[in-house]
Structures are given as C-alpha cells and as structure tokens.
C-alpha cells in the first residue's frame, strides 16, 4: 500500500471529527427533506383523502350517538362548519328533521324524494350503513342506485365522498342520517407544495453546510490542539496547560490533562530526585568500604580493629539502606499486612528509649519518655516499633548534640495519643506537607537513614489506620504524633 493510499485508508477507517459532524447532519437533513418531500407532495392527496374519509365516518357515528340529544340541531351545525361537510338527517316519511350545508356542490341536498326513498331501501339492506364515491376512478354505486343516480348526477372531477346510516331512536323511530363530504383535487397544491420543496432543500443543505462547519470547527479545534499537547507530554514536556473548549466536556478533558501534567512533572522530580539521593546514599557506604579495605590491604599497619570496625558500621547502614527501601515498596504495594495483637504501648516506647539513650550518650543528648499510665493498643508489635524507633532517630537527628528530645504519652477518652518533641532548627511551613514523602529530606537530614524514615512511618501509620500528623515553629522545634484507639 502506497503512502496516499495509507492515508485515504486511514481517513476513511477513523475520519477527523470536523467531517464526522458533517456527514452526521448531512444524513440528518436529508433524512428530514425525504420525510418532507414523502407528506407534503409524494402522499399528500391520499393523506387529505384519508382525512376527509375518516372525518365524514366519525361525523356519521357522532350524530348517531347523539340522536336523541336535546341539542342535536345545534351539534349538526358545529360538526358541519367544523369539517366542512353537509349533513342530513331524515324521518321515514322522508322530511327533514335536521339539516346543515357548507358545500355550494352537496349532493345529498339535491336529491329528490324519490331517491331519498331509495336511500332508505338501500341502506337498510345494506345493514343499516351504506358509502361510495360518486366519481369516474371509484368504485361504482351499487347496480340499483346506478342509472338514476349518475343520471341525475354526472361524473365529475371532484369526489364526492356520501355516507348514509340508519339509526334507531329511543322512541323506536328510525331515522336517516346523510353525511357528504367532498375530496378536493389538491394537484395545484401540490404542485405549490414541490416547489416550496425545492427552496426549502436548497436552504436547508446550505444551512446545514454552514452549521457543521461551525460545529467542526469550534469542537475540533480545541481537540485538535490538546492532541498537538498531549504529543508534547508524551515527549516530556510536563509544564504544560491544556486549552479549554467551550463545553463542558472538553473542559474537563483538559482540566484533566492539564492535572495529569502536572502530577507528570512531580513524578518526574521525584523520580530524579530519587536517583540523586539513592546514588548519593548508596555511595557514601561503598566509597568508605572500599576505600579503607583498599588502605587496609595495600598499607602496612592499617589492617586494624578500628577500621574494620568502619567498614563493618558502613555495610550495616548500607543494609539499613536496602532494608529500608525494600520496608517502603512493599509497605505502599500494599503485600504487608499487620500482625495485630495487644501491645503494651509504653513499656513498647521504654525500651526504644532505653536502647536510643545508649546510643545518643556520647552525644549528651537528653532524651527522656513521660507516661502518667500503662496503656495498650491493638496492632503489629513490630511494625509500631519501627515508627517509634523512626521518629525518636529523626527528632535526634534534628536536635544535634546536646539536644533535647521529649517523648509523651497522653490519654485522650478512648485513644493514646503518643508526642515526639525536639528542640531542633523547626521545619518551615511550606515543607511541612512535603517532609512524608521519601527522599524529601534526605539531604537536608544527613544523619537520617537514607531520607525514609518518615516515608515507613506514614506508610506503617496508614496501614493502622492511624490519626498522625507534625507541629512545627522554625527555630523552636518540631513535634511530631500519632493517635491510635486503645485495646
């Protein structure tokens, strides 16, 4: 397949919008200009026929339901100018009882009384119901009303349409009632109505034109540039806004979109600031062990306790490392679940504490637990440690050497809630809804495990279904906390 015929395949698999919009009010219209052309000149004489019929029968069936009614005279007037019919009612001596005309053509005012004897006669042997056309095209009347009929009436162009109806009344009288109603040739109207046709297609298709123009081009335009965008976002771009439309769809397509960049470009961010962080904190580790097991093999008495001592510390925090970020994937793919059971919540913190003091003492750093009760919690033993263990080494981390950390349980009703305090350099405002999020302090935080400590602890805390959250005062120090339901 050729390179144009690629494209006239492709266009005529999945045409543009603009020309979708097109076709679509094209078949519309002329679907409308059929329905139009089918009424108003193809059917109309055999849709005015019909209507004509139908109203003289239902005059007839009307008048018979309300033979006796006090008002009769009256009801014969209203549906004769009503439907333009002429109406007739007789008694079996052949008077008139009620009458009406509208056409300067009736027939049944015409008839003599011989014939309107003989319409008693037929009808009554007919079944009480008697209609035909008096016209050339039409059937012809029956044999015995035939040559005294056409006789007295020639054939005419114009049909004239004659019920007649033999109804009882209360009193046990028959009367009969005739109902005439004349079909008009309508072949100047319809020749009228063709070419009013005409003009009304030419318009119609010249609208229609017009409209899906307008239509393609107010909808594919802003598509068609939010499809030019998107392109530059799947190359990279993510500092992109996304045009709004003027409806309501396309400006939730490109709100959407426009949301979708954005969180693109802080995935981005995260994603190369996570590469610069793990780089850097794998790094420190390797470079130290490497490079004092090279002293240690190439110079003469530097084989020694202390720097092997090194080498073993780097290796246990470049354990600490991988363990920590192996803790956080699995914690945030959700392949963890809790080992819940009752946990003793402050001999759980006495002895972290207790463990922590040990380690800070060369530091002279004060760190000190305050408890008014033994509490207990329902929840993974382990995994509570590491939060605790997590915020305790963060708070020490920020408050330096001769720092103060102060760790508080508090009874609240049903719930402990469980403060570790600093006295460190606070956390501005700004960065207060970032510092969960891994690898966001790690630099600033340098003593901090690989800059996921907080990350395991919100994931953990998550996981418990835990309140938490941190105060800050730049230059006074931060407090960070959790609350969990009592056992």
Request: hydrophobic content about 40%; proline content about 5%.
């Amino acid at each position: 397949m050729t390179g144009e015929e690629g494209v006239l395949h492709r266009f005529l698999r999945c045409p543009p919008i603009r020309w979708k919009i097109f076709a679509f009010l094209a078949v519309f219209v002329a679907a409308l200009l059929l329905i139009l052309y089918l009424l108003q000149v193809v059917f109309l004489d055999e849709i005015y026929r019909a209507i004509t019929i139908q109203s003289v029968k239902d005059a007839s069936l009307t008048l018979a339901e309300h033979i006796d009614d006090q008002d009769l005279d009256s009801l014969v007037e209203q549906i004769a100018w009503r439907d333009q019919l002429c109406v007739r009612i007789l008694d079996e001596s052949g008077q008139d009882l009620y009458s009406a005309s509208t056409l300067h053509n009736c027939v049944i005012h015409s008839l003599s009384p011989q014939i309107l004897h003989q319409q008693w006669q037929w009808t009554r042997r007919e079944g009480g119901m008697l209609e035909f056309f008096e016209t050339t095209d039409s059937p012809a009347p029956p044999e015995r009303m035939e040559e005294d009929f056409l006789r007295r009436f020639p054939p005419s162009p114009v049909q004239q349409l004659i019920q007649t109806r033999l109804v009882q009344r209360e009193d046990g009288s028959q009367v009969l009632v005739l109902v005439n109603g004349v079909v008009t040739p309508v072949n100047a109207t319809v020749s009228t109505l063709r070419v009013q046709f005409i003009w009304i297609a030419v318009f119609l298709l010249a609208a229609s034109l017009g409209m899906a123009l307008l239509l393609s081009r107010l909808i594919s335009r802003p598509i068609a540039a939010i499809s030019q965008r998107a392109k530059e976002l799947a190359r990279g771009n993510y500092g992109l806004t996304f045009p709004s439309g003027g409806c309501r769809e396309i400006d939730d397509l490109s709100d959407t979109l426009t949301y979708a960049a954005g969180e693109l470009s802080k995935t981005e961010n995260l994603r190369q600031e996570l590469i610069a962080n793990v780089s850097h904190d794998l790094r420190t580790p390797l470079t130290m062990i490497a490079g004092y097991g090279e002293m240690m093999r190439d110079i003469p008495g530097e084989n020694n306790r202390e720097n092997a001592q090194v080498i073993v510390d780097e290796a246990s925090r470049l354990t600490q490392l991988v363990n920590d970020m192996l803790d956080l994937s699995k914690l945030r793919s959700g392949t963890i679940s809790l080992d819940r059971e009752v946990v003793s919540l402050t001999q759980t913190v006495r002895d972290i504490v207790l463990r922590w003091n040990k380690l800070v003492e060369p530091q002279r750093c004060r760190l000190t637990f305050q408890a008014e009760e033994e509490l207990s919690i329902l929840a993974d033993g382990l995994k509570l440690s590491q939060v605790i263990y997590n915020l305790i080494g963060n708070a020490i981390v920020h408050s330096g050497p001769q720092g103060e950390v102060i760790v508080r349980q508090l009874r609240r009703g049903d719930q402990v809630l469980l403060q570790v305090a600093d006295n460190g350099p606070g956390i501005p405002p700004q960065q207060l809804p970032l510092i969960w999020e891994r690898y966001h302090t790690s630099r600033q935080t340098p003593g901090e495990v690989g800059g996921l400590g907080l990350a395991i602890v919100k994931a953990v805390l998550d996981l418990h279904g835990a309140q938490y959250g941190v105060e800050s005062v730049v230059g006074q120090g931060s407090t960070f906390w959790f609350q969990l339901p009592l056992a």
